[in-house]
């Protein structure tokens, strides 16, 4: 099998799409687990606290917020 028989049965028949889609995603996975495997090795002693509110981060923001508003308006008087 030349390379132009290859290249006619990768990229111009069904099969060989298919080959082509299912190698990718084959692939795929298989970075996603290699980073992911080492991502977890990079940040192992990071573990999740239990009593941390998600919210909490958006209720600072709005906090924050209402400060500088607070500051604008007692820079307008």
């Known amino acids: ?3 132009t ?6 990229f111009e028949t ?3 799409i298919g080959v ?3 190698a990718g995603i084959v692939i795929s996975l298989l970075l996603c687990v290699v980073f992911e495997a080492r991502t977890r090795k990079l940040y192992r002693n990071h573990a999740e606290e239990d009593d941390v509110d ?3 981060l958006l209720e600072d923001m709005s906090e924050a917020e209402a400060e500088e508003e ?4 007692d ?3």
Request: hydrophobic content about 45%; glycine content about 8%; charged content about 30%.
């Open 1 to 3: 099998m030349d390379i």
């Open 5 to 10: 028989e290859l290249y006619h049965f990768l």
């Open 14 to 16: 069904i099969p060989g």
């Open 20 to 22: 082509l889609v299912g």
């Open 54 to 56: 998600e919210w909490e």
């Open 70 to 73: 607070a500051k604008l308006h």
């Open 75 to 77: 820079e307008r008087d």
